[in-house]
C-alpha cells in the first residue's frame, strides 16, 4: 500500500512537471547561429518527458492505461475510444494514399502520429489519477493557471544570450520576445501558442477570484488582489499576441461563467472583467497594444484561402492522406492571389487536419467526440458553484475556448491540453455528490 501512495505521488508530481514544460518552446536547433544540435533545449521539450512520463506508469502502475467499455458511462466511452478510432482511420489512410501516389510516411507527419498515440495515453492516466483521487485537479488547473506567469517572469529575467543558450526564439532578431508582426510571441515562439495558454488560464483564474474562503478572509483578499494583477497582465498579453481566435474565445467563455453564475456572484465577474480590461489595456498602451490590435483587426482572415485549400485537396481525395500527408501535399507553395507563401502552412484547422489525415470519416468522428465532451460539460455547469464543482467548471470552460481556438489552429487530437482538460471533465461525471462540494 505504501508503494501504491509513493508511486501516485511521483506520478502526479512528474505530470505537473510536464504540464509545466508547456509553457516553453526549446528549440533543439536553436542555441548558435548555425543551427547546431542544442541539448539542453532537446533535453527540456516536453513532448520527450511526456513520453518519459508515460514509461514510469507503464513500470509503476500500468493499470492507469486501462479504461474499460461501458454502455452506461456511453459518453466517456466514445470520448476515449475516439483516439484510438482516429488512429485506426489515420493508418489506412495512410496506406492507402501511400498507395495511390507511390509515397512513404513524412517524418512531420510520423511525428504527428506519435502525438496523437501520447495524448490518448494521457487521456488514459489522467482519467485514473483523477478517480482515485479527485482532489489531485487542483494542482493540474494551478499549473495552467500558472503557465502564462511563465512568459511575463521570461520577459523580465530572460537576456537574449540566455534564450539562445536554452534554444529559445533563435529565428527573431527584434527584441527577443517580439516575433512576426511585431506581436508578442514569449518563451513559445508563437504568438498562437501564448494566446492559447492565457484563454486556458483565464477561466481557472475567474473562478478562483469569485470563490469565497472562509478560514482567512483577509489572507484570500490578499491572494485575489494578486489574482487581480495577474489577470490584467494575462489580457493584456492576449491583446498583444494579436490573436483574433483568442478574443473570439474569451468572448464565448464570458457569456457560458455569465449562465451559470447566480446573480450576484454575475456582477462581481461583469466588475471584474471590466477592470481586468481597462487595467490591462492601460498596461499595454506604451508597448503598442493598440497598434497591434488595430492591425490585425483591419487584415482579412488570412486562413480563408487556407481552408479553401485543403478542402479543394480533401474533395480530390475524401479519404484522406494519412502520414503520407506532406509528402503529396507540398506546405510551401500554397497561393494567395498572387502571393506564394514558402513556409509551412497546415490547414489551421482542425476538423479539416483531422480530415487531411483520416478522411472525411475522420472529421464525422471528432465531431461526435466534442459533441460527447460538451453533453458531459453541460452537466457540469449546471452543478452548484462550490468545492471541486468550481474546478470542474474551470476545466470546462477552459475547454470550450480550446475548443474554438481549435477551429482555426492544429489537431485537438495531437493536443496535450485538451487531452488534459477531457480527462478532467471525464473524472467529474463519475464524482459523487459528497466530494463534488467538498
Known sequence: ???????????????????????????????????????????????????????AVMLFNPRLFVIKPSFVALNRTVVVYSWPGFMFLTLFSTVFSALLFDVGVSGQDSKEGIEVIGCFAIVLVVYNLLIRDPYLVKGILVVLLCLPAVQILG???????????????????????????????????????????????????????????????????FVKAILAIYGCAIFAMVFLTGVRAAMLSILIMLFVVISYLPYRQRLQF???????????????????IFEVIQERLSQSDGRMFIWEYYIEKLALNPLGYGLTFENVIDLTTIQNASVEYTVRLTPHNTLLEAGVYSGLLGIILIIICLVAILQIVLSVLRRPFCGLNMWHKSACVAWIGLVVNAMFGSLLFGSWFFSILTAVILSAENITKDKRVA
Open 155 to 221: 520577459v523580465i529575467f530572460v537576456s537574449p544570450e540566455f534564450a539562445e543558450v536554452l534554444g529559445v526564439n533563435r529565428d527573431y532578431d527584434l527584441i527577443w520576445y517580439f516575433g512576426y508582426g511585431n506581436r508578442f510571441v514569449g518563451l513559445l515562439g508563437n504568438a498562437n501558442s501564448v494566446a492559447f495558454q492565457c484563454c486556458v488560464a483565464l477561466p481557472i483564474l475567474s473562478n478562483l477570484l469569485l470563490s469565497r474562503h472562509d478560514r482567512s478572509k483577509l489572507l484570500w483578499g
Open 1 to 55: 500500500m505504501r508503494i501504491s501512495v509513493i508511486s501516485k505521488k511521483f506520478l502526479y508530481y512528474s505530470l505537473l512537471i510536464c504540464i509545466a514544460l508547456l509553457s516553453v518552446h526549446f528549440r533543439t536547433g536553436a542555441g548558435s547561429a548555425s543551427g547546431d544540435f542544442n541539448v539542453i533545449a532537446f533535453s527540456l521539450r516536453a513532448t520527450l518527458w511526456f513520453g518519459a512520463f508515460l514509461l
Open 270 to 288: 461583469l466588475a471584474f472583467g471590466l477592470v481586468f480590461g481597462i487595467l490591462g489595456a492601460v498596461a499595454g498602451i506604451d508597448i503598442g
